[in-house]
């Protein structure tokens, strides 16, 4: 009898037209025995259902793998959030394309800095966007964003 992997790998990307296929080769290349995936956004942990199941079904021992750590939360609270689920279960995290594995000190640390990097990184990104908006505004071709299916604007 086969003895289940330690590894659960988490693929995720934020909307149904991207796809998972690089992630998931690359979690079962990495010894996933398991991988769960979904489509949704990551910017908060609400609504991630697959994410949700493996936060309350990991065992003490096994591993939470992702490819990149920003498939997994956009902010530094979330990641603490989910590090600290794991850690109550006795479970670590671990990234194929970023040396995160909470198992050793270091990658504790680097962890916590990427954090900090995609929170950053995310920022930045709704700045860059007001601005943009800000500018079409002043020249009079802001248009807002219609919400599908409701002929509403955003």
Excluded: W
């Amino acid at each position: 009898m086969n003895k289940p992997s330690p590894k659960i790998g988490y693929a995720r990307t934020s909307t149904v037209d991207q796809n998972l296929d690089a992630q998931i080769e690359a979690l079962t290349a990495a010894g996933c025995g398991m991988v769960r995936q979904e489509q949704r956004s990551g910017a908060t942990l609400e609504g991630r259902p697959e994410l949700k199941t493996i936060l309350d079904f990991i065992h003490p021992g096994e591993t939470l793998v992702v490819t990149r750590i920003d498939r997994l939360a956009r902010s530094v609270q979330d990641l603490q959030t989910i590090v600290a689920r794991l850690k109550e279960k006795g479970a670590h995290l671990a990234a194929t394309e970023q040396p995160v594995d909470t198992s050793t000190a270091a990658g504790k640390a680097f962890f916590d800095m990427l954090g900090v990097f995609a929170e950053f990184e995310t920022n930045l990104r709704r700045e860059r966007q007001a601005e943009g908006i800000k500018a079409a505004k002043r020249k009079g071709v802001y248009r807002k964003r219609r919400l599908e299916g409701t002929g509403l604007s955003a």
